[in-house]
């Protein structure tokens, strides 16, 4: 049986994805972030949208294509992500 | 030498609580999570349970100086701290949903029968051993599962003090032997090793008050 992930799992897997593709000032594509987030085209592109007006994520502008890279606020929310993940964890409990 | 053991399992109990539950309440704050919601709600809980029988205890030794607690104090902060163990296995009873319950109901009967006769005090301790027992097993499926450290700690934590509750039970048919002051010290020692795994992550607060109100409002939420 699949393990659904709630809409706060989906949001760090795609903050993570993104801070782990951003190896430079470029960012991540969304074809590598579905793939690392494992998440669908058209529900990620909802939910980029909010992250980026939340100050999340930035846009990058690119001649190609749209790509993402994480803010600094998004690295404060995935560090304290992690943390509280770590903390429900502890507790046998998925956050 | 009982009533100093106290004293300072309550307050261990209720610092343990309130820090718990602050930094639960501080995630629920910044991730809107249901699971770190209904942990604040449980170690709040707990700590102000372990709170109110502290309190009796500091009044009975500053102005009544009876030598034991008022009852109904008592019962109370108990009461609270059940309420807290609830909420603990009432998010694994979620996680788990069905099938675990029905193992978490048919142990539950006995304890109750058990304890019929007993007065309030020590129906609600039977609850509060179910309800660690219950929390003490999951936590320990979910550390097969994961193989977390911290997870073994909270584990263990959570069966320390039920194991204590239970002790404190027999304490009832011996009660002038040292029984009841080995059920303090292993609730201590529960409490310290719930403490472990929490004492290692940063306990602080950072908040992300524009993206919680927006993240609310388009997640639907």
């Given at each position: 049986?699949?393990?659904?992930?709630?809409?706060?799992?989906?949001?760090?897997?795609?903050?993570?994805?993104?801070?782990?593709?951003?190896?430079?000032?470029?960012?991540?594509?969304?074809?590598?972030?579905?793939?690392?987030?494992?998440?669908?085209?058209?529900?990620?592109?909802?939910?980029?949208?909010?992250?980026?007006?939340?100050?999340?994520?930035?846009?990058?502008?690119?001649?190609?294509?749209?790509?993402?890279?994480?803010?600094?606020?998004?690295?404060?929310?995935?560090?304290?992500?992690?943390?509280?993940?770590?903390?429900?964890?502890?507790f046998?409990?998925?956050? | 030498?009982?009533?100093?053991?106290?004293?300072?399992?309550?307050?261990?109990g209720?610092?343990v609580g309130i820090i718990i539950g602050g930094f639960a309440y501080?995630?629920?704050?910044?991730?809107?999570?249901?699971?770190?919601?209904r942990l604040t709600i449980a170690f709040i809980a707990i700590g102000i349970g372990f709170?109110?029988?502290?309190?009796?205890?500091?009044?009975?030794?500053?102005?009544?100086?009876?030598?034991?607690?008022?009852?109904?104090?008592?019962?109370?902060?108990?009461?609270?701290?059940?309420?807290g163990y609830?909420f603990i296995?009432?998010?694994?009873?979620?996680?788990?949903?069905?099938?675990?319950?029905?193992?978490?109901?048919?142990?539950?009967?006995?304890?109750?029968?058990?304890?019929?006769?007993?007065?309030?005090?020590?129906?609600?301790?039977?609850?509060?051993?179910?309800?660690?027992?219950?929390?003490?097993?999951?936590?320990?499926?979910?550390?097969?599962?994961?193989?977390?450290?911290?997870?073994?700690?909270?584990?263990?934590?959570?069966?320390?003090?039920?194991?204590?509750?239970?002790?404190?039970?027999?304490?009832?048919?011996?009660?002038?032997?040292?029984?009841?002051?080995?059920?303090?010290?292993?609730?201590?020692?529960?409490?310290?090793?719930l403490?472990?795994?929490i004492?290692?992550?940063?306990?602080?607060?950072?908040?992300?008050?524009?993206?919680?109100?927006?993240?609310?409002?388009?997640?639907?939420?």
């Amino acid at each position: 049986m699949g393990i659904y992930r709630k809409q706060i799992e989906i949001v760090g897997d795609i903050l993570y994805a993104a801070e782990e593709l951003t190896i430079d000032q470029n960012g991540a594509s969304i074809t590598r972030l579905i793939q690392k987030a494992n998440i669908s085209h058209s529900r990620i592109s909802k939910i980029l949208t909010n992250l980026v007006s939340q100050g999340l994520l930035e846009q990058v502008d690119s001649r190609r294509a749209c790509k993402y890279r994480i803010s600094m606020t998004g690295k404060d929310f995935l560090k304290e992500y992690r943390t509280f993940s770590e903390f429900t964890d502890n507790f046998g409990l998925t956050i | 030498m009982e009533f100093l053991l106290e004293n300072i399992l309550n307050l261990i109990g209720f610092i343990v609580g309130i820090i718990i539950g602050g930094f639960a309440y501080a995630g629920y704050k910044n991730t809107g999570s249901p699971v770190l919601f209904r942990l604040t709600i449980a170690f709040i809980a707990i700590g102000i349970g372990f709170g109110i029988i502290w309190a009796g205890y500091v009044i009975d030794d500053i102005y009544i100086q009876e030598g034991k607690i008022n009852r109904g104090l008592q019962a109370l902060g108990l009461g609270i701290q059940t309420i807290g163990y609830f909420f603990i296995a009432f998010s694994h009873t979620i996680k788990s949903f069905f099938p675990k319950s029905r193992y978490f109901r048919s142990v539950g009967i006995l304890p109750l029968f058990a304890l019929s006769a007993m007065n309030i005090e020590h129906i609600i301790r039977s609850f509060s051993f179910i309800l660690l027992v219950y929390g003490a097993i999951e936590t320990f499926v979910s550390f097969l599962e994961g193989k977390q450290k911290g997870t073994l700690a909270v584990g263990i934590g959570l069966a320390l003090l039920a194991f204590g509750e239970f002790i404190a039970w027999y304490s009832l048919v011996f009660p002038e032997s040292i029984l009841y002051s080995v059920s303090i010290l292993l609730k201590i020692s529960g409490l310290i090793s719930l403490f472990i795994p929490i004492s290692r992550l940063p306990l602080r607060k950072i908040k992300f008050d524009d993206f919680e109100d927006n993240e609310d409002e388009k997640f639907g939420r």
